[in-house]
């Protein structure tokens, strides 16, 4: 099957973009790993697709695909990306564009200068909705929230790792470390992904805190690993810090593939995200079948 597709990334999470608002491509897992694969496809972190309206007041549907082919709830670099690309190939002159994911609905916002701010709705803490199981796990308590102890089989030394829990829509568990750069990411990355108390499995994110309105942050992303940057794992660890009374309510996140900027004003409010959008190339490809 012979595509068209735009790559994109955003602060360098890097993304294939499929518009599909004319006729569904109906692509299979494997046909998104073939995508996202850096050797034999095109390469990306995630495969984003945008499809037609599924509701009056609602511009476009998101839908987003791990590189592994696994179909996911949320991507925040992917959504300023998402922006960037309904106006340049003209299915929108709109500045500001709602969109809905497979379960919540997101307002994307052109910047003048070219940067992108996205409504990212409001963190969920809600264990269950995460999901998150700790039966049976005591959490401990720091600052005004409290973090969960997992132990990770096969860690070695570096056996208990403390993470704070939550979802922005996506699940992710937020660890802080000493220095990002020596951070054990790619160990303990996978082994905090696949633990059996996140049945369906998460980001993990590595903040190091700089001052009260910066981090350093590194992110293995679920079905994907490490990327250079994770927009939802920027707005978890932004919330996660501020839960536990270590930031303010304006963050810049530096991730090692740009700098986000993260504002959350407290419980029950959404939290906005600001960064890059950058469309790199554009081409045509066949798909095997
Ligand atoms: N790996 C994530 C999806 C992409 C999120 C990330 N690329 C972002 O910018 O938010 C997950 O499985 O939930």
Redesign the pocket.
Same mark, same amino acid.
């Given at each position: 099957m012979r595509i068209r597709f735009t790559k994109m990334q955003?602060a360098g999470?890097d993304f294939v973009v499929l518009d599909e608002t004319r006729a569904p491509l109906a692509l299979t897992p494997a046909q998104y790993r073939w995508l996202a694969d850096r050797h034999f496809g095109i390469g990306a972190?995630?495969i984003l697709s945008v499809r037609p309206s599924p509701a009056p007041g609602i511009d476009f549907a998101y839908a987003?695909h791990?590189a592994d082919g +696994?179909e /996911? &709830?949320? =991507?925040?670099?992917?959504?300023r990306c998402f922006v960037r690309f309904v106006r340049e190939r003209g299915l929108t002159d709109k500045a500001t564009v709602k969109v809905q994911t497979v379960n919540q609905v997101l307002e994307l916002r052109m910047l003048p200068d070219g940067r992108v701010t996205v409504d990212m709705g409001a963190p969920v803490f809600d264990l269950p909705a995460v999901p998150f199981d700790a039966a049976g796990l005591r959490p401990e308590p720091v600052g005004a929230w409290q973090a969960w102890p997992l132990t990770l089989p096969g860690a070695g030394d570096r056996a208990a790792v403390r993470v704070a829990v939550l979802s922005?829509g996506?699940?992710h568990a937020v660890a802080e470390v000493e220095d990002v750069d020596t951070a054990s990411v790619a160990t303990l990355g996978p082994l905090i992904e696949g633990h059996a108390r996140f049945p369906r #499995?998460v980001?993990a994110g590595f903040m190091q805190v700089l001052s009260r309105g910066a981090i350093r942050l590194r /992110?293995w &992303? #679920? +079905?994907?690993g490490e @990327?250079l940057? =994770?927009? @939802?794992?920027?707005?978890a660890a932004v919330v996660a810090g501020i839960r536990l009374g270590r930031l303010d309510r304006r963050v810049d996140v530096h991730t090692r593939g740009g700098v986000l900027t993260i504002e959350w004003a407290g419980e029950g409010q959404p939290v906005l995200m600001t960064g890059p959008a950058t469309t790199v190339f554009e081409g045509e490809i066949d798909v095997p079948e």
């Open positions: 955003g999470n972190d995630q987003i791990n +696994g /996911v &709830e949320h =991507c925040g670099n992917g959504a922005m996506n699940p #499995r980001n /992110v &992303e #679920r +079905g994907a @990327t940057a =994770c927009g @939802t794992g920027a707005c």
